[in-house]
């Protein structure tokens, strides 16, 4: 990534304190874990029971969920708002949540009654592939004679949200109590349902979205001063469209299938990058999967614990303490014109 040794040494201190937060998370619960049992479990020690199969069956594989999917979003985010050259972008602005949303919707009221039985990994499937098809007809929509316009890309993406939020009104108001409540319980975001196989498929789509957008940084840089002046240093701006585009649609795809409608983490995490380190994408990009994985596994923590056993709704909590936060840097960089 060709960055300064500081910023180095700050990606490799936001890693030690991710580990560190891992290992706090862990403790928390419906069932505490005092800090020798998580060394006896980790070390080795503890190899039954009910703290064992709660931590490595349970508890860890949703902390590491958590984690990735943060660092999916905070890294999507970066990317948009590089891509649109505007801070107050996310990647819901490119219909992928919208498309997630209605697929979901459409598999739960129509195709499963029609199947007859709802399978485990129909819904997250469903919603995965109406992330991407949200995010074909965004580009499609905004393509002409080969040159993707940024401009029509947002009012794209605004558009196909708005539509398939429409007709996801219209599926949920037509669907019965049980459909209604599965789609309100999904859409509301949660990762009770965490597992091994989850995260691996979760990382598998994720691999090529962080391959991709990571190196994206000079291009990114470059985009900034504009797309004539981008191309004059070497880069080609259309590539680099479709390329933000199709990586930040697999990482959003993938994380609102597995877990739902996740608000805030895309556009906070970048904002708090911005404002402390200014914006170079060369750092802005690792550094907002760092903050976004953190942000959510604090998020999932609190959800957790404050009226354990019972759970919060993810996505709402993301919401209620990202919605006063952002609001509160929104005011703070106001007056050091930094939002531009």
């Known amino acids: 990534m060709n960055l300064a040794k500081e910023d180095y040494q700050w990606l490799l201190l ?57 660092a999916a979003l905070g890294l999507s985010g970066a990317g948009v708002q590089g891509l649109f050259q505007n801070p107050l972008a996310e990647p819901s602005l490119i219909g992928v949540q ?76 037509f669907s019965d109590e049980a459909q209604l409540r599965d789609f309100t319980f999904w859409s509301l975001g949660s990762l009770a349902g965490s597992s091994w196989s989850n995260l691996l498929i979760l990382l598998i789509c994720l691999a090529p979205a962080i391959l991709i957008l990571l190196p994206m940084g000079p291009a990114l840089n470059a985009l900034l001063l504009g797309e004539t002046e981008a191309q004059y240093m070497g880069w080609n701006s259309q590539t680099i469209k479709w390329k933000v585009l199709f990586a930040a649609s697999l990482a959003v795809g993938a994380s609102v299938a597995l877990s739902g409608s996740i608000g805030f983490i895309g556009l906070l995490a970048p904002h708090l990058i911005r404002l402390w380190r200014g914006s170079n994408q060369r750092f802005l990009l690792p550094a907002s999967a760092i903050v976004g994985g953190g942000l959510l596994l604090l998020a999932d923590t609190f959800a957790r614990c404050l009226l354990a056993p019972q759970e919060l709704p993810l996505g709402v909590l993301t919401t209620l303490l990202g919605a006063p936060l952002f609001f509160y840097l929104v005011l703070q960089a106001r007056g050091r014109h930094q939002l531009v």
């Open 98 to 173: 919208g498309g997630s949303m209605l697929a979901a919707a459409i598999y739960l009221v129509l195709i499963g009654p029609l199947l007859g039985s709802y399978s485990l990994w129909g819904l997250p499937i469903f919603a995965f592939l109406g992330a991407i098809l949200a995010c074909l007809a965004v580009y499609r929509m905004s393509t002409l004679n080969g040159r993707t316009y940024t401009a029509s890309m947002l009012l794209a993406g605004v558009a196909i949200t708005a539509l398939c939020g429409a007709f996801t009104g219209l599926l949920t108001y």
């Open 14 to 70: 936001g890693g030690l304190l991710s580990v560190l937060l891992l290992l706090f998370s862990a403790t928390f619960g419906a069932y505490p874990l005092s800090y020798a049992d998580l060394w006896a479990l980790l070390s080795g020690q503890t190899q039954a029971g009910a703290s064992y199969f709660l931590f490595w069956q349970i508890r860890l594989p949703r902390l590491l969920m958590a984690y990735a999917v943060g």
